[in-house]
């Protein structure tokens, strides 16, 4: 007990210093202020708004579905960034690499495996949450544009997928692009020149691995987070999360409003 | 008063809150050691695709007597003196440049900041902290000198060189 | 006011020149407040500590699986051996499906890009924004296009013999005959509940389950040649 006590008295101490003020400057407390100032003074988390509504918070509503898309990409980032310090983006030397990840690189099989792991749970859970969000009606203004959003985030998704799908450079890899690629030169009119520019070349090969890569590892998840910033601001803006009984009442008795507004004009 | 009526329970509800929170604590700090542990281990190598430091440089009479010669691809000099064969490292020891040997002026000069050295690595001049290293010479059984660069020899001792 | 007669707004003529704001405030309403006022909960600690205890609980599944289950890795890429079957990852085995009766064109751009342009576009119908069961108004005029947009589908489906799209199909249009069948007065909660489904719910859940039908088929159903296979019976 003693120890204990010594130990919060040292956190306390620490958290009173002036460096520790001067990066944390709202301090601590549970006071409802320091609980909203926790939000609203951090870069990352004023995204939020400080408070919402209680109704928004039970699972049966969301199933937390888009939490958990968020969490998936963040396992991903975390688990591929690792990866990406033993793996050079050249045929052949990919696939010695991605073999070398499994079997000579310390935690190197853990990694590979919940990266792929990990991203198939994304796909998925990206597919339920927007079903999750359609059939409760989520979608509807004013959050129509949220709900565009969300459908670019699951393109981004998709592509995110199946670029990582070629790094490997296996035959499940090989093949699975080669057949997508040719799916893309199917378009009419530009087709080919669509596959073309894809892969950098007429098939797949090393300058169609470097490009997946660069998309995979740089463009493709920048992107992904620009849209998501966007997504959780619009949540907010729009009025938080949807839950029928939490609108407006105009919105909800929209219809009865104007009909009696209507007779009163006369 | 309420807290002078029940101050054990007040206590015990203070005390179960601040368990959990320290446990949560505990298991997180737990977990971030174990993090940080399996990280390092993740990130140094255990197998490295570069070249042997071992070296062959062939056949002793290759290197006449009273002769330097470098090797540019391994970065060695093999030495040919009164004593026996020897072998210095041919990387200068200030920042890692390629030293050169200059018959001219009898010595080994680096061309990036000017450090000089005598043919039995000793340092005449120059930035450079320390001699240039002996490294570990031997022959193999068809009679091949071999260079190991990963070790070092103590300079001018009887066993640093090979006789033949 | 005192007056209890209702007013009439008219435009005056010169009203961009003077204009003037008046308040009408007739005998059957009041001043409203436009939202209720709801209980509402700190962000911090609220909505982070569930955020992060559903991403823990995904993170401990995730990794659980990861210790269990290897990711596959088959043989170096050769571009002059082609597997048996070749196929997509697991999300695109729908569409691959779909090539298997449909040129490229269709099954690879048409499909998917109408696709994605609908699920864009659900917001922004009237249709979709109206929550009231599909045929609960107009019942004879929906049922008649129903009839003609099921059976239109239905017969395109037959004559490309495109059965695995075809099944579901059958399967939602029986669903939503029954739903013709109920109203609000309906014995049976099911029943209630399908009256009450508008076209979105329709069009989606039929999306849903032809996205479910075909990925299932892809992934258990095909093998080599692409040819029908039962699960069950290892090759």
């Known amino acids: 007990m003693a120890i204990t006590k010594t130990i919060d008295q040292y956190f306390d101490d620490l958290r009173s210093t002036r460096v520790w003020r001067s990066v944390f400057r709202s301090g601590t407390g549970s006071s409802t202020l320091h609980r909203a100032l926790a939000i609203q003074q951090n870069v990352f988390l004023h995204l939020f708004s400080t408070k919402v509504r209680t109704r928004m918070l039970g699972f049966s509503a969301t199933w937390y579905l888009g939490t958990l898309t968020l ?87 998709l592509l995110l997928s199946y670029t990582g799908y070629l790094l490997p450079w296996d035959q499940l890899a090989y093949w699975a692009i080669t057949v997508g690629s040719n799916i893309a030169s199917a378009v009419p009119v530009m087709g080919n020149k669509i596959h073309f520019m894809l892969l950098g070349g007429n098939a797949v090969n090393a300058n169609a691995l470097l490009r997946f890569y660069v998309l995979h590892c740089m463009i493709l998840p920048l992107t992904a987070m620009f849209f998501v910033a966007i997504h959780f601001w619009r949540i907010r803006k729009d009025g938080g999360l949807y839950s029928h009984a939490s609108e407006p009442a105009t919105l909800r008795t929209n219809a009865a409003i104007s009909d009696s507004t209507a007779t009163e004009a006369q | 008063m309420p807290d002078e009526t029940k101050p054990a329970s007040s206590d015990n509800a203070v005390d179960r809150r601040k368990f959990f929170a320290k446990l949560g604590l505990g298991s997180l700090t737990i977990a971030a050691a174990g993090t940080a542990a399996f990280a390092y281990q993740f990130l140094e190598p255990n197998v490295l695709y570069e070249p042997s430091p071992v070296v062959n440089a062939g056949k002793p009479d290759r290197y006449p007597l009273d002769s330097v010669t470098l090797d540019v691809n391994s970065g060695i000099y093999i030495i040919h003196s009164q004593e026996g064969y020897f072998s210095l490292s041919a990387v200068c020891t200030h920042l890692g440049c390629l030293t050169a040997w200059k018959p001219e002026l009898n010595l080994i000069a680096c061309p990036c900041h000017g450090s000089k050295f005598e043919r039995d690595g000793k340092k005449i001049e120059g930035p450079a902290p320390r001699p240039l290293p002996w490294k570990r010479i031997w022959l193999n059984d068809d009679g091949d000198l071999l260079v190991d660069r990963s070790t070092d020899v103590p300079p001018l001792q009887r066993d640093s060189f090979v006789r033949v | ?210 996205l479910v039908v075909l990925t299932a088929i892809g992934t258990f159903f095909r093998g080599p040649g692409w040819s029908w296979v039962w699960p069950w019976q290892g090759s």
Request: proline share 6%; charged share 15%.
């Open chain 3, 1 to 210: 006011m005192a007056d209890s007669k209702d007013f009439t707004a008219g435009i005056d003529s010169n009203a961009k020149k003077s204009p003037r704001r008046i308040v009408f405030i007739t005998r059957r309403t009041s001043a409203q407040v436009k939202t209720d006022s709801e209980d509402q909960v700190q962000t911090f600690p609220e909505v982070l500590f569930r955020a992060a205890v559903a991403i823990m609980t995904l993170a401990v599944a995730l990794v659980w699986i990861s210790l269990l289950f290897n990711a596959p890795l088959e043989g170096l890429a050769d571009p002059s051996h082609t597997p048996n079957p070749a196929k997509a990852p697991w999300y695109f085995l729908g569409l691959q499906e779909m090539l298997h009766y449909f040129p490229p064109v269709v099954a690879g751009v048409l499909v998917p890009g109408l696709v994605v342009f609908a699920l864009i576009v659900i917001p922004y119908f009237k249709v979709n924004i109206e929550a009231d069961g599909l045929f609960l108004k107009d019942r004879q005029k929906r049922l008649r296009i129903f009839y003609l947009i099921a059976s239109g589908l239905s017969l395109f489906l037959l004559f490309f013999k495109v059965y695995a799209a075809l099944v579901p199909t059958l399967i939602v249009a029986g669903v939503m005959l029954l739903a013709a069948q109920s109203s609000p007065q309906s014995s049976s909660a099911l029943r209630r509940y399908l009256a009450a489904r508008p076209l979105s719910y329709w069009v989606m859940t039929w999306f849903l389950f032809e």
């Open chain 1, 71 to 157: 969490g998936t990409f963040l396992i991903l980032v975390a688990t591929g960034i690792p990866l990406m310090f033993y793996y050079h983006p050249s045929a052949p030397q990919a696939y010695a690499d991605t073999k070398d990840l499994q079997f000579v690189v310390s935690s190197g099989l853990f990694l590979r495996n919940l990266h792929r792991w990990s991203a198939h749970a994304m796909v998925f859970l990206v597919f339920a949450h927007m079903f999750k969000v359609f059939y409760r009606g989520a979608y509807r203004t004013p959050r129509e544009f949220n709900w565009v959003i969300g459908i670019v985030l699951l393109l981004i998704t």
